[in-house]
């Protein structure tokens, strides 16, 4: 059905392998331990699998008509460009010069051979890891920040604003809009603003206003603080505030970190490297690992390989949740609002209930109630296969992760290192060569008190929520009839 995607072979916009480690098949003795790519092999399109796909999932739903989203409704927050790409059925769309600019600052980024690590578990499975924690930010999500920030500007837009848990988009953002000269407004979880100070401080760097959500800027914050001055604020609260100023403001355009189909095209730059590395590696994975909060590693690094599996060759593809929040393996496919207040379009995709809160797990961006569109109807479709894993074995692979490779990862990474930790000790089981890929999204540099709770034993498994997540998908059947 379609052709190989981001290989070296028939495809015009990205170019051929011309890596400077590995190359010409020495990565198959298993010496190297890094396949890196020279700035020239930087992909100069970004793969849009809706172009492949056979089932796509339905348009965004007006939340109060249910009635297919208008483009000019969505243009009140969101420029013309990034619309086009939600929708577009293209398979490639060219990454502007800018954008790619910037890309060179920490792109092409390098996949690493686990050499240390297969060691340690004793298992003759290969695994290999792409490291996106080399941006400035040090996660994958500035490969969105800095195309969303570039498409606003064009369109003459001064300001954006977004909502921030734990920091690593809203630094993303923040780093993104410093780049092109745009002021940026993050609103930011009040209980990780008070507790968690230095990714805010990392935002003030980049020039960023930092806002405690819920606040008395917005009638959703007002409503709120109305309620409860103490409120700790929430992911849900801080969208509708973002939303809010964005759509009453000329000037000023609202920037998602995840979860929409252009923030998933955008980081499919990780997927295209990625095929050209494992190239000079001299391999093809069995399985792509990645965790999944809203869906944006994940996608990024599995679409463009998930290409090849459209095309009949044999991969499985892995995301990794955590059981507190089960969306993938536990939620239902259905329409439910991405924020709260209900201010956002209605998204087809696992969902389990908008106002579902999930317990204060460390990987603060795996705490979301929804998941990409795209990804939702792949897992339904069976093409990706969906997983979920405990906090204290997460952290217990974060750590073995950091004694053998040294990297301390994102707690959120942490649960795709888990994934492939368990897929090498089957292959150890089973006695068999797997060739493992997964997606090393981000460091762990600004969640050292998650590895202080961990260490100091005060970390637990939560059990999966069950009647929390009845009780929120109940609710969301009875907004449905109504
Ligand atoms: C390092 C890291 N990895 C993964 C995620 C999850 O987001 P997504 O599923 O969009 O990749 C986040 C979200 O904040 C993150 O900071």
Known sequence: MVRSVGSSAGVGQNGGVG?????????????YTKFLLEEKDLPRAWYNIQADMSRLPGPPLHPVTREPMKPEELARIFPVTLLEQEMSRERWIPIPEEVLDIYRLWRPSPLYRAHRLEKALGTP???????????PAGSHKPNTAVAQ???????????????????????????????FGMECRVYMVKVSYEQKPYRRLLMQAWGAEVIPSPSPLTEAGRRILAENPESPGSLGVAISEAVEEAASRADTNYSLGSVLNHVLLHQTVIGLEAKKQMELA????????????????FGGLAFPFLADKFAGRELRAVAVEPSS???????????????????????????????????????GGLRYHGDSPLISVLVRDGLIEARAVDQLPTFEAAVTFARTEGFLPAPESAHAIRAAIDEALAAKEAGEKRVILF?????????LSAYEAYFAGRLQNYSYPEEMIAASLARLEAMAGK
């Not at 001299?282 to 590693?297: F, L, R, T």
């Not at 089960?326 to 379009?345: I, M």
């Open 125 to 135: 499975a290969h695994i290999y890891y792409k490291w996106e924690g080399v941006s």
């Open 325 to 363: 929040c089960p969306t993938l393996t536990k939620g239902r496919f259905t329409y439910d609002l991405a924020d709260v207040a209900g201010l956002t379009p209605m998204l087809q995709m696992y969902t389990l209930g908008h106002d579902f809160m999930p317990p204060a797990i460390h990987a």
């Open 19 to 31: 890596g400077n480690s590995g190359a010409g098949g020495s990565g198959r003795d298993g010496k």
């Open 439 to 447: 997606g090393f999204s981000g460091h762990g540099h600004f969640d």
């Open 282 to 297: 001299g391999e093809y994975p069995d399985v792509v690992i990645g965790c999944v909060g809203g869906g944006s590693n």
């Open 149 to 179: 920030a570039y498409y606003n500007k064009q369109a003459g837009i001064r300001r954006l604003t977004t909502e921030t848990g734990a920091g690593q988009w809203g630094s993303a953002l923040a780093l993104a809009t410093s780049f």
